[in-house]
């Protein structure tokens, strides 16, 4: 049985904000890295493949697919704390998140980007951010 979404008056979301802008700018951060580490992976597996490579290209190999492997697993572990604290994960590079609300007893959004000072928006549901408006 699904559970219903937690819901946030906008004191509480900008309550929670700090712990929230910490989670998100590692998701951000994370997201961006990501690629790059891809790209590492894919260079030192192909340089460990060549019949001319020795036991560094191998090494490196094993760096790359660590780092990756880190990477994943902290990004998955913020996004997995937002989960947990009900806040809705719209864009991870961004820095997007949403928090649901009620506004005049209609389910809403409370909307927040990444290096903005607080909870100052909100859209309804579907509507993401280009139906942002101020509180």
Known sequence: ???????????????????????????????????????QLRIAEYRMRRPSSGPEEADRYEQATA???VSE?????????????GVVLKHPV???VDF???RNGELVEL????????V????RIGE????RKPL
């Open 1 to 39: 049985m699904e559970r219903p979404p937690r819901t946030y008056e906008v004191p509480e979301a900008n309550r929670v904000l700090p712990q929230v802008r910490r989670l998100v700018g590692q998701i951000a951060e994370l997201s961006v890295q990501l690629p790059e580490l891809q790209d």
């Open 67 to 69: 780092a990756m492997r």
């Open 73 to 85: 697993e902290d990004l998955a572990t913020a996004a997995m704390a937002l989960d947990e604290m």
């Open 94 to 96: 961004e820095g997007l």
């Open 100 to 102: 649901y609300s009620y």
């Open 111 to 118: 909307c927040w980007k990444l290096g903005e000072d607080r």
């Open 120 to 123: 100052a928006h909100w859209h």
């Open 128 to 131: 993401g951010f280009p139906g």
